[in-house]
């Protein structure tokens, strides 16, 4: 059984830009979720994808946005970056929603 | 808003002794999902154990075990044995049952073990 997988690993981008993370969600689960980890902080809910419709949504602009793939693979795209925007991104996947969420390793985005 | 607290930054344990890790949580709610995870430095959150509000009985997991005390809104991590490995930042979760998209995390106890 194969686990979460995201990529890439680390990113590194500039104010202004715009990235895109991906998330291979762990075989048979339907639902992807996105969290940023600021360093020395706990996770962050930003939102989460059910059979490919968004399915709430945390406390984050617009300008971060996602998308759930008929294979429940995932993205997740950041617009116009900021500084603040330097973060460890976990993706985590789960069977149904409201099952125990399985992490990826992370990508690791700095802004500079 | 449910909240998670956990007031240790930092705990360091022997190997082969025993260490508790504190949470706290706020919600007004009675259905609910409490979870421990581990992310060591490789960064990878890993399930530890995972504790149901409306079971009474503390989950066990191996060497991990949890204090849960609804009432006081309480849930403690237990690592007895501890082992070079069990190193990481242990993080403390809520989520709703209702609301069950949105995972709330503490900010983490960094665990040092010392040889």
């Known amino acids: 059984e194969t686990g979460v997988t995201q990529s890439p690993t680390h990113l590194i981008k500039t104010r202004g830009q715009q990235v895109t993370l991906r998330c291979s969600s762990q075989?048979?689960?339907?639902?992807v979720s996105w969290y940023q980890q600021a360093l020395g902080q706990g996770p962050q809910f930003i939102f989460q994808?059910?059979?490919?419709?968004?399915?709430g949504r945390g406390n984050f602009p617009p300008r971060f946005s996602g998308l759930q793939f008929p294979n429940y693979s995932s993205e997740l795209n950041v617009n116009a970056l900021e500084l603040d925007d330097s973060a460890l991104y976990l993706c985590?996947?789960?069977?149904?929603?409201?099952?125990?969420?399985?992490f990826g390793p992370g990508t690791r985005l700095l802004v500079l | 808003a449910q909240t998670v607290t956990q007031s240790q930054p930092e705990m360091s344990v022997q190997e082969a002794e025993t260490v508790t890790l504190s949470c706290t949580y706020d919600?007004?709610?009675?259905?609910?999902?409490l979870f421990w995870y581990k992310q060591p430095p490789s960064r990878q959150m890993i399930l530890v154990i995972r504790?149901?509000?409306?079971?009474?009985q503390n989950a066990t997991e191996n060497r991990f075990s949890v204090n849960f005390q609804k009432a006081a809104k309480s849930f403690s991590l237990k690592i007895s044995d501890s082992q070079l490995g069990d190193a990481a930042m242990y993080f403390c979760?809520?989520?709703?049952?209702?609301?069950?998209?949105?995972?709330?995390f503490g900010a983490g106890t960094r665990l040092t073990v010392k040889p």
């Open positions: 979760a809520y989520r709703s049952a209702d609301n069950n998209n949105d995972m709330r």
């Open positions: 504790q149901e509000a409306y079971k009474q």
């Open positions: 919600t007004s709610e009675s259905d609910y999902y």
């Open positions: 985590a996947s789960s069977l149904a929603r409201a099952e125990t969420q399985y």
């Open positions: 994808y059910y059979r490919e419709e968004e399915n």
């Open positions: 075989s048979g689960h339907n639902t």
